[in-house]
């Protein structure tokens, strides 16, 4: 790689001025110090002629921390500086292993041609416990003069340091244009074309973005194209998080990628692709290029930045290759560079393009991720003396290959349950968990997707799904994830008449936990499930209800597993009631098992029709979900809608958490009442208390007397009895 990458050392003695030149120019952010380092571990101690000094008894400890922290920082890829004197002929040697391993250029800022007296003068009048003794100075010196500096270090004096570590545009203007190519993931097809079609020219510059492997299906041709055009002066490569996994490929070590070492690696090998050849051009990549072309300043980076900063050698080389933000921020940054430089700055980079940006995300910043080894485009764009111009390319990828995330929906009805888990387990918005003594594993969407609702055609569909990763087979799977009215853009009411296709029914929302009782052919067993688990607490009430209903070894239970075994398989999804064991809002007088549907085990959701889910209930003797209203057409769903939302709202007379509306189609939206997302705020206040925290006054548009009250009545209970309170008792007692 092209060493941006900068390690510095200070050498010189003690008062020869390093840490006067780290304060001078604002360095200590990137600044490990030794000595800093020896007062975290031991304060001064007073010495036998009087004198206060930091002991040097930690120092083995100290320089162990140093090197660990150093470390860190190189991985990160920062511009990190040491602070010591460095006299002695050993203090280089634990460097350079760590220079090489992280791709540093190692530089010595050399202070040794301050006088000794000038040092001597200058250790005398720091604080006492700095001062180092006479005769420890004299053999520093001594050694100093002695050591001659390792060749693969570059001694640099420190007016040159400022100089060194600034990094100017370069011009290109003797180019006649400038081709910024994107992210090529292993797709070789839409490359040949582009070049088939604009050529290459030795006067125009080709600048490529980086992820040249990885997830496509052309990997070697890609990979031997590069060895036999990487050499091209006019060509510039830069450097992407998919280089990370071929670099371990030339070491012979494991990727931190399952698709690298399940297809990528294995294509490679075959090809007999040679690992020195590939370790000659990742060497020559680049982190980033900054160049100026007649009068337009551009930044291209593999991640792309929020803004030009003044110095781009403190940006670690992390940020140049993830971007600045998060991964799903990059339309944040781009609008964020725009809105920070002058006019004639621009951005280009890859990476990451979450939300389907367009190729000019922003003013002036231009996103070059296609998705083209999902089978979207190769993205590219030029810049001539006119300006830019986009040139895409239509990949040829069929992306039923990968193993990672797609981009659409799950396959079909009778897709792959192999591909699917690859599909799963590769996506980083789902956690996979694996069921304790079982082949079986649980796959949900993540927190941050919940929290920070970045739904997507395939997070929503990982919700409640147990799979058995040993033979591939659905064992029980719940409702893909649905929201609530208002929630989002297709489930607002004014866009709803759109949205569903009537007539749409209102089911009662019970306010339990879904469970879910599916069949594995690895155990030949049932299998009982709630949210991400069979073995937690709701897993267990669960199966203690269903052994009430259809006792093991009874005929009725293994009626129920073979029914639960045939056509491919399903899953009973319950409402569980415990109103002992888990109370919410709703007051139960006792527990049940209502049955809500019967899912078939397919990739794709389906469920049974309510004929076959009334027969089953029947045979276990519980009830099923209750129909609430029909809804003929959008008139008759807004009036119920508004009838329903009134906070003093009964369903038969008794208080209920909601209603879930479906379709005709089976599309399902959830309707909360007022009510109960009131006394879910108050029960949030319980809690925080219950935690040692305060209460807060929630945000309320109506009833915030009534809240006020109530919290008021928490607020009056000691600690211990709202210990194991909950909030349905409490509430009782507050409407006494």
């Known amino acids: 790689m092209l060493r941006m990458r900068k390690f510095l050392l200070l050498r010189g003695l003690p ?9 001078e120019n604002k360095l200590e952010p990137y600044t490990l110090s030794a000595d800093g380092l020896r007062m975290l571990y031991g304060s001064p101690n007073l010495e036998a002629n009087g004198k206060m000094r930091i002991p040097a008894t930690n120092d083995r400890i100290v320089w162990q921390q140093l090197l660990q922290l150093l470390e860190n920082r190189m991985f990160r890829g920062e511009l990190v500086i040491v602070d010591a004197t460095h006299t002695h002929p050993r203090s280089f040697s634990n460097y350079q292993q760590l220079a090489n391993k992280h791709r540093y250029q190692v530089i010595c800022v050399d202070f040794s041609d301050v006088a000794f007296d000038v040092c001597n003068e200058r250790n005398n009048k720091r604080e006492e416990y700095k001062v180092v003794p006479p005769l420890e100075m004299k053999r520093m010196s001594e050694n100093m003069t002695k050591t001659r500096m390792p060749q693969w270090i570059t001694t640099i004096q420190p007016s040159e340091m400022t100089s060194f570590l600034n990094i100017e545009p370069k011009d290109v203007s003797d180019y006649t244009a400038i081709h910024h190519i994107g992210d090529l993931q292993g797709c070789y097809t839409p490359l040949q074309e582009y070049f088939n079609t604009y050529g290459i020219h030795d006067d125009e510059l080709y600048v490529f973005v980086g992820d040249y492997l990885d997830r496509g299906t052309e990997n070697v041709q890609v990979m031997q194209w590069l060895l036999e055009n990487y050499h091209r002066p006019n060509f510039i490569f830069i450097g992407g998080n998919h280089e990370a996994h071929l670099r371990n490929w030339t070491r012979g070590v494991k990727a931190r990628s399952a698709q690298f070492n399940q297809a990528t690696a294995p294509e490679l090998d075959a090809a007999n692709i040679p690992p020195k050849k590939v370790h ?26 929020s803004t030009l900063p003044k110095q781009l ?38 990476h990451r393009n979450r939300y389907s940006s367009s190729t000019r995300s922003s003013e002036r910043c231009f996103n070059l991720e296609g998705k083209i080894e999902f089978g979207g485009e190769l993205r590219t764009v030029t810049l001539a003396k006119e300006g830019f111009e986009e040139r895409p390319i239509k990949s040829n990828i069929d992306a039923t290959h990968l193993i990672v995330e797609p981009v659409g929906d799950l396959p079909g009805e009778t897709g792959d349950v192999t591909i699917l888990v690859k599909q799963l387990r590769f996506n980083k918005d789902i956690y996979e968990k694996a069921q304790a003594g079982t082949n079986i594993s649980s796959f949900n969407f993540s927190r941050d997707v919940f929290y920070k609702k970045t739904w997507d055609s395939f997070n929503v569909h990982a919700r409640g799904l147990f799979i058995n990763t040993a033979n591939n087979t659905i064992v029980a799977r719940s409702y893909e994830k649905f929201f609530n009215v208002g929630e989002r853009p297709e489930t607002q ?3 709803l008449a759109q949205t569903f296709a009537f007539p749409v029914r209102a089911w009662v929302k019970e306010n339990g936990y879904l469970g879910l009782v599916g069949y594995d052919s690895g155990t030949d067993d049932l299998v009982f499930a709630s949210k991400s688990s069979m073995s937690s607490d709701f897993a267990k009430w669960l199966r203690q209800q269903f052994d009430e209903l259809a006792s093991p070894n009874s005929k009725l239970r293994n009626d129920i597993m073979l029914y639960l075994k045939s056509d491919g398989g399903k899953t009973l999804v319950f409402e569980a009631i415990e109103p002992m064991n888990d109370p919410h809002i709703i007051h139960y007088d006792s527990k049940a098992l209502i049955l809500l549907d019967i899912v078939n085990n397919n990739v794709t959701f389906s469920a049974a029709d309510r004929k076959e889910c009334h027969r089953i209930a029947k045979m276990l003797n519980c009830k099923t979900k209750m129909q609430a209203a029909v809804l003929k057409d959008s008139e008759t769903l807004q009036n119920w809608l508004n009838a329903v939302q009134h906070f003093d709202y009964l369903y038969n007379g008794s208080r209920v958490e909601g209603f879930v509306l479906e379709d005709a189609r089976g599309l399902m939206v959830k309707v909360k009442l007022p009510w109960y997302a009131f006394w879910r705020q108050m029960r949030t206040q319980l809690e925080r208390l219950q935690s040692g ?32 309170a909950n909030i349905i008792d409490l509430r009782n007692e507050f409407n006494e």
């Open 493 to 495: 009411r004014d866009t």
């Open 313 to 350: 050698s403190y940006i670690n080389a992390i940020q140049f290759i993830k971007g600045a933000g998060s991964y799903e921020e990059a339309d944040v940054c781009d609008a964020s560079f725009a809105a920070n430089t002058p006019d004639n700055v621009y951005q280009v980079h890859g």
């Open 693 to 724: 925290k305060k209460a807060q006054m929630p945000a309320l548009e109506i009833n915030r007397e009534l809240a006020k009250a109530f919290i008021d009545f928490l607020g009056n209970k000691s600690a211990e009895d709202l210990k194991s």
């Open 280 to 305: 000659g051009f990742l060497y020559q990549l680049r982190e980033m290029f900054y160049y100026t072309f007649y009068g337009r300043t551009v930044l291209v980076t593999h991640g792309g930045l």
């Open 15 to 23: 008062g020869s001025g390093k840490s006067h030149f780290v304060s």
